[in-house]
Every structure is written in C-alpha cells, then in structure tokens.
C-alpha cells in the first residue's frame, strides 16, 4: 500500500491535473485498497481515475475499459449489483471497440459478467455471457481459471434448472481444470468437488 500511495503522492505533486498517467496511478492505488477490502477508499480512487479518463481521453480509451471493469468488480463485492453490470457490459462494449472479437480479456470479463447476473440470479442472462466467453475460451485458453470459473457457473445453473447430464459435465470439466491449476487444497478445487458430489447425489436419486 505504501508504495502504491507514494507513486500517486507524486505524480499528485508533479504532472498535470487531467493527466491521464495520473489516473493509471489512481487506478493502481485503488486496486491495493480494494485487494485490502478498504472498499470506500479504493471507490473514491477509482472514480477519480474514471473522472480523468471520461473526460480527457476518446470514449472508446482502453483505460476506460480498465477502470470500468475495477469498478465493477467494486460495485459487485459492496452487492450493488445492477451498477456492477452496467459498470462490465460498458467496459465490455469499449473492449470490443479495440481488441479483436476472439481476445481472452473480452472472453474473461464476459465470464465476470456472467458470474455477477449468476449472483443476482439472472439465470437466463448468466448462460448468455457465460457462453460467450467460455467460447472464446476453450479456443484461446483452454486451461484458464476463467475457464474453470465459468464451467462452474454453468453447472450451477443447470443443476438448479434440473439438467443434471450437462451440469455434471461442465463441474466435472470445472473440477479437472482447477486440480491442474491450484493446489490440491485449495478453495476453489473444494468448492468443484462439493458441485460434482452434490450432482451426483441427485442423479444417484432419481
């Protein structure tokens, strides 16, 4: 944190008030808040970085994209989630303006946003951009924890839908790929084989 905050202490004191290099050094310090959870702090920071970008660099800026995309990550973890997903889908629109349709980053903030509409339990929306990034993904970055992110999702959803074939699938796929990724405790492959166990359970059921 100190180091993060010394760097916007100075460019603060030495470059231009609109300059967009201080907005990345707004950005940068907010996302060391927003990683310690100092949510209030880290917002006022990544707004700031968004006042500069809105108004000094072209509409369809990369960093506006960047900081769209921090903020909405923000918004979703204070559960404002409808601003969460207007934050993601603007972020998402000005990616797709300047990275090519197959990009592994749309492909990931697609999966983010599905997993935000998963939250509000949006269903229908989630499995939209839920499988509009895991296209993307299993063609570009087949191994990716986005990947395994959002196979989780998806299976999710289709145990709660009642399509259990399916959803076994996808947690079964979801749980591969996070042994390959993580270690062998970590939450996330734990959180895969108690959605494949609770499948199977109900398949064993019926």
């Not at 968004?50 to 960093?63: C, G, M, N, Q, W």
């Not at 939250?119 to 939209?128: G, M, P, R, T, W």
């Not at 790929?177 to 895969?192: G, S, T």
Request: proline share 3%.
């Amino acid at each position: 944190m100190p180091l993060a905050m010394k760097a916007l202490d100075l460019a603060s004191s030495s470059l231009p008030s609109k300059d967009p290099k201080l907005g990345w050094c707004f950005n940068e310090a907010a996302e060391c808040h927003h990683q310690s959870r100092s949510f209030d702090k880290a917002l006022g920071l990544y707004e700031s970085a968004a006042d500069i970008f809105r108004h000094h660099l072209p509409k369809e800026s990369i960093s506006l994209s960047t900081v769209n995309h921090h903020l909405a990550l923000l918004y979703n973890d204070i559960e404002q989630n409808d601003k969460a997903v207007e934050l993601m889908t603007e972020s998402i629109k000005i990616s797709k303006q300047n990275l090519p349709e197959n990009h592994h980053e749309i492909a990931e903030s697609l999966v983010t946003l599905g997993g935000i509409l998963f939250y509000k339990n949006d269903f229908d929306e989630a499995v939209v951009h839920l499988e509009s990034g895991l296209s993307i993904l299993r063609e570009e970055l087949p191994s990716s924890p986005f990947t395994a992110t959002g196979l989780y999702y998806l299976a999710f959803i289709e145990m709660e839908r009642n399509q259990l074939v399916e959803a076994q699938r996808h947690a079964t796929q979801c749980l591969r790929l996070r042994q390959e990724i993580f270690l062998k405790d970590d939450n996330a492959i734990i959180c895969a084989q108690e959605l494949v166990h609770e499948i199977e359970h109900t398949l064993a059921t019926l």
